[in-house]
């Protein structure tokens, strides 16, 4: 069987051999987002990236509506993004069409990387947004 190539989500190296084998123990969510002990892996365009939770500094959840309109009738369509900075100083964003998934993704990070600062605060946008 043919594995997908995941791709690191800044570097774009090969992910090693480790990775899919944590990916097929990993917790799947809608969208192809995964999450391991170590890494979470999802799409990014047409590319499957990962990116470890050791590069990652500092994480919340973001809601972003986009207001449509067709002919008579409009609405609002909500996206749901955990939003990650870097040591390296990067922004990788994971959207999800389910608030839920949101959570459970900082809600797992939370609990596997203690470092991570959680949340959006004026505070921590001060200290960790350098894009």
Same mark, same amino acid.
């Given at each position: 069987?043919l594995?997908r190539?995941?791709?690191?989500?800044?570097?774009?190296?090969?992910?090693?051999e480790?990775i899919? /084998?944590?990916?097929?123990s990993?917790?799947?969510?809608?969208g $192809?987002?995964?999450?391991?002990? !170590?890494? #979470?892996? &999802?799409? %990014?365009?047409i590319?499957?990236v990962?990116?470890p939770y050791?590069?990652?500094?500092?994480?919340y959840r973001?809601? /972003?509506?986009?207001?449509?309109?067709?002919?008579?009738?409009? $609405?609002v369509l909500?996206?749901? !993004?955990? #939003?990650? &900075?870097c %040591?390296?100083g990067?922004?990788?964003?994971?959207?999800?069409?389910?608030?839920?998934?949101?959570?459970a993704?900082?809600d797992?990070?939370?609990?596997?990387?203690?470092?991570?600062v959680?949340?959006?605060?004026?505070?921590?946008?001060?200290?960790f947004?350098?894009?």
């Amino acid at each position: 069987m043919l594995k997908r190539k995941i791709h690191h989500v800044f570097t774009k190296e090969l992910a090693d051999e480790s990775i899919y /084998e944590r990916v097929a123990s990993g917790k799947e969510y809608l969208g $192809g987002i995964i999450v391991t002990d !170590r890494e #979470i892996i &999802f799409n %990014k365009g047409i590319r499957k990236v990962f990116l470890p939770y050791e590069e990652i500094v500092w994480a919340y959840r973001q809601i /972003e509506e986009s207001h449509m309109s067709l002919g008579c009738c409009g $609405g609002v369509l909500e996206e749901f !993004r955990v #939003i990650m &900075f870097c %040591k390296n100083g990067e922004k990788a964003v994971v959207s999800s069409d389910r608030e839920s998934i949101a959570i459970a993704i900082i809600d797992y990070i939370s609990q596997i990387c203690s470092d991570v600062v959680i949340g959006y605060t004026d505070e921590n946008k001060a200290k960790f947004e350098l894009n």
